[in-house]
Structures are given as structure tokens and as C-alpha cells.
């Protein structure tokens, strides 16, 4: 019995799995209109999550990278700590 080596059943299963998916693509839409209304759908979905995430980013960014000049502290006192005044 032939022994395969790993890439080459990796190489077998990517190009299985391109063609399955093309082919999908292709013949399926065109014959079940609920099919191309639920593709259509799921491409709308992923495209409402990616924007989610791209503005929780941005969000994320702006809270991490604050100017500590934006929030002065009050009277312009410095904040220090207060150990030993007790």
C-alpha cells in the first residue's frame, strides 16, 4: 500500500474543498431562490459583524490611547499619592 505524505493530502482536500464550494456557488443559487435570499443574508451578516468589530477596535484604540492632557485634574493639583499622611 502507497504511503501519502501529509502535503499532499492537504493540497487534495484544499482543492476538494475549493471545488465543492465553486460549484456550490455556482449551481445552487441559481436554482433554489431561498438558498440565494439565505447567502445573501449570511454575506450581510458577516459584513454587519465585521463593522461591529471594526468600531469596537476603533473604540478600543481611543480609549487606550488618551491624552492624559484632555482630563485635567481639579484646581491643577497634581495627583499624588497620599502614603504615611494618615
Known sequence: M????LPIVVVIAIVAALAGGAASYVFIPSTDPEVKAL???????AEQEAAGREAAAERAKDFFNANPDDYPTSGGQQIAPRWGDN
Open 2 to 5: 502507497a504511503t501519502l505524505k
Open 39 to 45: 447567502l445573501q443574508r449570511q454575506v450581510e451578516l
